[in-house]
Structure formats: C-alpha cells, structure tokens
C-alpha cells in the first residue's frame, strides 16, 4: 500500500538500489509518480506520459476500443491505427480513465461507525452499501467536495481489519490516439500467452480529454486535451540484470489469505471450469473466426478475454501441483495454529475449523455454480436477450395505453439485441457445444430446469433444442421477433424457448447462490480472525504485510532477473528483435511478421532506441508481484523514469495469485524503446514522441 511506503519498505528499497526518496513516489501533500498512473478502463493500469493527456497502456486492454472502431473497411485489430493530427484520434464510447486523488487511511472512523451500527455483528463491515454510507458520511464531515467526474471509494482491506477511503477523478472522453497492428501488439496470441520468452508489442495508446477548465465531460467536439499535473519521463537508458525497479498499478484480485482446503476448492471448480469450458467454446469460435473477416471482428475481443484465464487456470493447477504450493499452505497455517496455541488463544483453531466445515459445504453449489457460469452465462452471447417483464405485465393488465409503451420499449431493446448478436449461426453452433459441455459435468438429477423439457420435448437431445431455439423463439432471429410484436401473447412469452433457457439459467444461479450463501453465513467473520492472525504474526517476525489485491492503487518492487524454470534450463532476462524474427511463421495468424517490420529489421534502422550492442530490445522481466489489472503498468528504473509497460506473468509464475514466489514468479514487459521505435520508426507518428519527456 502507498501508503505504508515510507515506513515498511523505504529502506529496504533504497537497499535495493532505488535513488530517490519515497516521497517522490507517493506523497500525500504533493504532486508525486502516483499522479501520472492511472486506472485505465476499470480492469488495466496506464501511465500519463505526455502533459497533454497521452495514456500509454497494452494492446489487450485497448483491444476492445480498438475492435469497436474496426470493421472489415477500417480493419484495425490487423492494420494498427495512429493518428496523425489531434482531429484523426477517436473517441472510445463507455472508455473511462481514473485519477487517484487521495488515499486516507480510515480505519479507526470506521469502526467508530461500526460500534453505533443497527447490526454490530452482521457483515456491514464488508458491505460496498453500508461503506458507501459510511464514506459520504466521513467526506461531509472532512469538508472533501465531490465534484462531476469526483468519486468515493471505502473499501475493507486485510478481511475487515483495516481501511481505506480513495478519493477518485474520473474522465469519460477518452480517444484512441495510436495502436499497433495485432501481428506486433499480439504477435504469439495464444501459444505465447503467459509464457517466456516473449516478443510482443502489447502497447496503445489513448488520449483524455475534457472541457476547457480540465473538468471531467462528456464527449464533445469542443472538448481539450487535458493539461495534467504530472506525466513521467521516459529513459532510454535501459537495464541491466540486477536492477532495481519497481511498478504501479491496479492489482485486481487475488488471495494470499487462503488456507489450503480453499486452494484445493479452487483447483477443482473456478480452474477447471474455466479450462474445460473455454477450451470448447475457443476451440468452435476460432474456426468460425479463420473463416469469415467479420466474424473475426467482432468476436476477436471476446476470445481473447476467454483465452487469458483459460490458459491462467491451466498454468495456474499445473504450477500449484508442481511447486507443492499445499504443502506451502498447509506449514502457514500450522505456524499461525501453534502461534494461537502458545498464546492461549484458540480464536485462530476456531476459525480455520469453521473454513474447513464451509468448503466442504459449498464445494458442491460453487462447482455446479462455475459450470452455469462458465458455459451458460459466458459461454452463450444469445442469452443476452431482453427482459419481456414490462410487456407481461402490460398484458396481464390489459392496459392498451401500458402495452403500447412495453411494446415500443422492447422493440428498441430487441433491436439493440439484434446487432449485438449479429452471426446467429456462431451462436446456435457455440450454443450446442456448451449445453452439451454443461451436461458432461453436471448430472441430469442436478442440471438446471430446462434439462427436463429437453429431456421430455426433444427426447434429450439438447442441438435439436438449441435448433428450436434459433428457429422458433420470438429472439431467434428478426423475422420471429417482428411477427410476436405486431400481435403479443402471454402464451408465446411463456412457451418460448430462448426465454425460457434464460429462465432457467437465472433460476440455476439463484439456487447455487442460495445453497453457498447458507454455507457462507459465518465465512466473513471466521476469514477476519484468521487474516488478522496472518497479519500479527508476520509483524512479530518483522515481515512487512499487504492485503488482497482488490482494484486499488499498489506498489511493488524487485530486480531485473532472469530465472531457471526447470534444471538445466536458464532465461534470459530480455529478448530482441532477432526472436521475433526467429518465430515468424506466415502460415500461422499467431506469428506473422509485418513486411515494414522485417525491412526495419533487416535494415538495422532502429535509430536512438537500439541497444548499447546494436540490437532492437522488445521484452524484459522483473521478480515484480503482478496479476491481473497490473496489465498497462508503468515499470521504473530507480531514478523512477519510465523504462516499460507490465503486461504479462510468465507460466511458472501462474500460483502467484494464490502463493507469491520471487525465485520463480517474473512480470513481462514490453521494453519502452521497442514502444517508441514502432512508433517512430514503423508507423511514422514521430509528433507523438516529440511530446514526450525523453531521457
């Protein structure tokens, strides 16, 4: 946390060679590092990298501004896009990019809050609803504005033991300025995906806008880009192994705390749904995808979320076995018991068997529950069909005035569900794969609803259901819906069979949530005693402690480094421009090297941002702990000047959301002279580097 910075690892980072003082980093009273790194999008990190608004994140977490503007005309997921003037940069619709103003530590006001509370013992310490209160509460007595665009944000760090108010500015005009084409910005896809060495321009580039007194604002054309407090400065010194560095960002999740029934429980539902769904869903939309250009568009960033965690969750069981990550968990949890017992304090004893006795209660719902998740809600786009509750209603009260209304309201939700939907024949194929997937690991005593109609009406034949689905439902296709709504029926809504499958599956998660949320009563309070154990007994042996990673605002430091994954195996710990060309393939999508790369190459025109030894750095990995939302993270020499942007894990380092290990656990980034060379020299946007602050 930025905040403890100064007092738990300033010395130890400076030990490690970092050249600044930490109040360059983060300060509280001033401007600092922090002010230039931003969450980009709500799921990705960004830096600021220009005074006037120039946002520098990955290639995957512009990806999906970037497919929004691709069409088979204007294909830039495989062309790339650079603006050349301020008026070709494109505005991004739902794309947002937050501030972090503030950070205070409210620990002591909440509990005071907690102590007057209707329900002392209930779970409000952990409610977003209850906190919201509490921080509207907290700002009005501070005297803290919220301005448009100035936002709240109290959340419970450490299970409930401490935390934390952010006062957060939010920009909503955010205009894409500059991506590279996929063959650079995803070159290896899938086969390289968490894994090292890697060659990869995983970068984009974004700009903020906002009104002429540099307030948050809609889009508009007369709208600036905004004058910011603090942009980084960029070095093209370089590395070498053994240098410190450090990286800021938005961690997303992960769960240190865990004691190992739980990490078992994970391996065994949230892990292996994710791998055996995803792998049959990816595998039918990627041969759709190589088919059709426009199909390719438009599922392009869909299947690439779906692949991050598929190939996550296997990376991630494999490594948890191999690395005896239990074993690991299962010597923290003995130290934490004996310390309770030398104390004589069983509260630590209580609340681990209390852990145990809820995993082994809810294994079953969350299993059932992953695989509703995984293959019937993610897995089939159809059900995002509108709700028909209005029109029911309407015709239940015979109301003409109320049925009109309903009817105008769902036409414009349908029409809205129509191009989203746009290739109902993917659909119908990815639906049969994922009902059969569904019925694979759940037994036909325990599947959802609708399984006993499919039994019943289609003899158990679940293609010939999903057929009837896309021929006969009011939301099979327009001609259906348009012949329903010039004359609606409560009889046609209730026997149909897309809104009944949607029925059916809200109803599924409804049951699963009920079963776990019965076993999950006393799981807050029981994981509270059992963190502030954790937390206690590190401090008595001087270990500095963090908290789960939840989307807020960290900091985490190492070395440049390479590592050995298995014996007789070694990593280097960067890779040039020659491994790029060493895996082209032109046969295969994955490893396509662009002609104007390999003339660059070829040529040796890398200009200033070549290496000491003449080669074209492109990667780099640092013992750095990252996961996920930490994608887009500034990396830092120890000058603390902009060296490149976090973007991966290697494989061997997958556990690390569960057990963090520097020996083994790297972050791959994407060396920042290779970002400015692409820019440079590749797409010719050179008004974009004389921008910048380049060292």
């Known amino acids: 946390m930025l905040t403890d910075l100064q007092k738990q690892n300033e010395v130890a980072m400076t030990e490690l060679g970092l050249l600044i003082p930490a109040n360059q980093i983060y300060n509280p009273d001033g ?55 301020r008026e070709e940069e494109l505005p991004c619709k739902g794309l947002t990019v937050t501030y972090i103003d503030r950070i205070l530590d409210v620990t ?49 760090f450490y299970g409930g033991n401490r935390y934390y108010l952010f006062v957060k500015t939010t920009y909503s005009d955010i205009r894409m300025v500059g991506a590279p084409p996929s ?31 540099g307030k948050p604002a809609a889009y508009s054309k007369d709208n600036v880009p905004l004058k910011v407090k603090k942009h980084l400065t960029i070095s093209l010194d370089g590395y070498r192994e053994g240098d410190f560095t450090f990286v800021m960002g938005f961690p997303g999740r992960n769960w240190r705390y865990m004691i190992s029934d739980e990490v078992e429980e994970r391996m065994q539902t949230t892990n292996f749904m994710r791998h055996h769904v995803r792998d049959v869903r990816q595998k039918a939309l990627m041969k759709q995808m190589l088919q059709d250009d426009a199909v390719r568009i438009h599922y392009a960033s869909k299947y690439a979320s779906s692949a991050n965690y598929w190939k996550n969750a296997i990376g991630m069981n494999e490594g948890l076995v191999r690395l005896k990550v239990l074993d690991t968990k299962r010597a923290q949890q003995e130290a934490l018991l004996a310390r309770g017992r030398s104390l004589n304090d069983n509260s630590y ?42 029109l029911v209603s309407a015709l239940k009260n015979k109301d003409k005035k109320q049925i009109a209304a309903a009817k105008d309201s769902l036409q414009k939700a349908a029409d809205r569900y129509f191009a989203s939907v746009p290739f109902p024949e993917v659909e119908r194929i990815v639906g049969k794969e994922m009902l059969k997937i569904y019925m694979k690991y759940i037994p036909a005593e325990q599947r959802i609803g609708i399984f006993q109609i499919i039994d019943k009406r289609f003899k158990g034949n679940s293609d010939a259901f999903i057929d009837a689905c896309f021929e006969h439902s009011i939301f099979g296709n327009k ?23 949607k029925y059916s599956i809200t109803d599924g998660l409804l049951q699963t949530s009920i079963a776990m949320m019965d076993a999950n009563k006393n799981y807050n309070a029981a994981h509270k005693v059992w963190v502030k154990g954790m ?19 960290r900091l985490t430091y190492g070395q440049v480094l ?43 025109d890398f200009g200033r941002y070549a290496m000491p030894n003449g080669e074209m750095p492109i990667c780099f990995i640092v013992n750095t702990d990252n996961t996920g939302g930490n994608s887009g993270s500034p990396v830092f020499n120890a000058k603390g000047e902009l060296i490149g942007t976090g973007f991966d894990r290697n494989y061997e380092g997958l556990t690390g959301d569960i057990a963090f290990r520097p020996s083994s656990q790297r972050a791959a980034c994407v060396d920042i002279r290779y970002t400015l060379f692409i820019i440079d020299k590749y797409a010719g946007a050179s008004h974009l580097i004389e921008e910048m602050t380049i060292k």
């Open 108 to 156: 002591d006001y909440v509990n005071e809050q907690l102590k007057t509370d209707d329900d002392p013992n209930g779970t409000n310490y952990l409610s977003p609803k209850y906190l919201k209160t509490v921080a509207d509460r907290f700002a009005k007595s501070e005297g803290i504005a919220l301005t448009p665009g100035r936002k709240l944000e109290l959340k419970a």
């Open 183 to 213: 063959s650079i910005g995803k070159f290896g896809a899938d086969t390289d995906n968490w894994m090292w060495p890697r060659h990869t321009g995983d970068f984009s580039m974004f700009r903020i806008y906002a009104d002429k007194d």
């Open 349 to 390: 004893q209580q609340a681990f068997d209390q852990i145990r006795a809820i995993v082994k209660q809810r294994r079953p719902a969350l299993y059932h529950q992953q695989a509703i998740q995984e293959a019937l809600v993610t897995g089939l786009d159809f059900m995002r069909i509108p709700s028909t509750a209005g």
């Open 535 to 553: 937390m206690d007994m590190k401090l008595a042996n001087g270990q500095p402690i963090y908290p789960d990673a939840n989307s807020t605002l």
């Open 479 to 501: 001609e259906n819906f348009a012949k329903f709504i010039r004359k609606p029926s409560l009889y046609k809504i209730n026997t149909d069979w897309m809104v009944l499958l």
């Open 562 to 604: 390479p590592y050995a994954p298995a014996d007789g195996v070694k990593y280097d710990y960067y890779t040039t421009l020659k491994g790029a060309m060493e895996k082209e393939d032109p046969d295969n999508w994955e490893f396509v090297v662009p002609a104007k790369l390999k003339q660059l190459y070829q040529a040796k």
């Open 31 to 85: 401007i600092a590092l922090k002010d230039a790194v931003v969450h980009f999008g709500g799921g990705c990190t960004g830096e600021v990298i220009s005074a006037e608004g120039l946002v520098l994140t990955n290639h995957h977490c512009g990806y999906g501004a970037i497919q929004q503007h691709s069409s088979v005309e204007h294909d830039y997921l495989t062309d790339g896009f650079w603006a050349m003037s």
